[in-house]
Protein backbone atom coordinates (compact mmCIF):
# COMPACT_ATOMS: atom_id res chain seq x y z
CA UNK A 1 0.00 0.00 0.00
CA UNK A 2 1.19 3.01 -1.14
CA UNK A 3 1.74 6.06 1.77
CA UNK A 4 1.25 9.56 1.19
CA UNK A 5 4.15 11.09 3.33
CA UNK A 6 4.93 15.00 2.71
CA UNK A 7 8.32 15.99 3.39
CA UNK A 8 8.38 19.67 4.53
CA UNK A 9 10.39 22.32 3.10
CA UNK A 10 13.07 23.34 5.13
CA UNK A 11 13.85 27.23 5.76
CA UNK A 12 17.16 29.37 7.23
CA UNK A 13 15.50 31.58 8.72
CA UNK A 14 11.84 32.55 10.38
CA UNK A 15 10.14 35.99 9.36
CA UNK A 16 8.65 36.85 12.40
CA UNK A 17 6.55 39.26 11.00
CA UNK A 18 4.63 36.74 9.07
CA UNK A 19 5.29 33.20 10.36
CA UNK A 20 5.07 31.58 13.34
CA UNK A 21 8.10 29.87 14.72
CA UNK A 22 7.01 26.41 17.26
CA UNK A 23 8.62 23.74 18.18
CA UNK A 24 7.35 20.51 20.68
CA UNK A 25 8.42 17.25 21.46
CA UNK A 26 8.13 14.37 21.97
CA UNK A 27 7.65 13.79 18.21
CA UNK A 28 5.20 12.85 16.33
CA UNK A 29 3.25 15.84 17.91
CA UNK A 30 0.59 13.61 17.11
CA UNK A 31 -1.06 10.59 15.71
CA UNK A 32 -4.28 10.68 13.05
CA UNK A 33 -6.01 7.80 11.50
CA UNK A 34 -5.12 8.68 8.22
CA UNK A 35 -2.54 7.48 5.27
CA UNK A 36 0.86 9.01 6.01
CA UNK A 37 3.39 11.34 7.60
CA UNK A 38 4.18 14.80 7.77
CA UNK A 39 8.41 14.48 7.68
CA UNK A 40 10.91 17.05 8.76
CA UNK A 41 12.86 18.05 5.52
CA UNK A 42 16.16 18.22 7.62
CA UNK A 43 15.98 14.03 9.38
CA UNK A 44 12.89 12.83 8.04
CA UNK A 45 11.42 12.12 11.31
CA UNK A 46 7.83 12.33 11.09
CA UNK A 47 6.54 15.29 12.68
CA UNK A 48 2.99 13.93 12.44
CA UNK A 49 1.61 10.22 11.67
CA UNK A 50 -1.27 9.50 10.19
CA UNK A 51 -2.71 13.31 9.81
CA UNK A 52 -1.76 16.19 6.80
CA UNK A 53 -0.14 19.26 7.39
CA UNK A 54 -4.01 20.98 8.05
CA UNK A 55 -3.74 19.07 11.16
CA UNK A 56 -0.73 20.47 12.90
CA UNK A 57 -2.11 24.23 11.51
CA UNK A 58 -5.01 23.60 13.50
CA UNK A 59 -2.97 22.18 17.03
CA UNK A 60 -0.93 25.85 16.67
CA UNK A 61 -4.38 27.86 16.08
CA UNK A 62 -2.23 31.02 14.11
CA UNK A 63 -3.37 33.18 11.33
CA UNK A 64 0.46 33.43 10.13
CA UNK A 65 2.34 31.10 8.09
CA UNK A 66 3.90 28.02 10.51
CA UNK A 67 7.21 27.22 10.67
CA UNK A 68 7.83 23.65 13.07
CA UNK A 69 11.44 23.64 14.57
CA UNK A 70 12.31 19.91 14.54
CA UNK A 71 14.31 18.47 17.34
CA UNK A 72 17.42 18.10 15.00
CA UNK A 73 17.29 21.67 14.41
CA UNK A 74 15.75 21.99 11.22
CA UNK A 75 13.12 25.24 10.48
CA UNK A 76 9.93 23.09 8.44
CA UNK A 77 7.59 25.22 6.47
CA UNK A 78 4.26 23.92 7.37
CA UNK A 79 1.85 24.60 4.41
CA UNK A 80 -1.38 25.40 4.69
CA UNK A 81 -3.80 22.90 2.92
CA UNK A 82 -6.95 24.21 0.33
ZN1 LIG B 1 14.40 16.99 11.90
Known sequence: MMKNDLTLTTI???DK????????KPLPIIKGPHEGDVKCGGCGT???EGAGPQVIHALFQTDQDLVFECT???LNLVPREA
Open 17 to 24: DKQAHVRA
Open 12 to 14: KNV
Open 72 to 74: CGA
Open 46 to 48: AIA
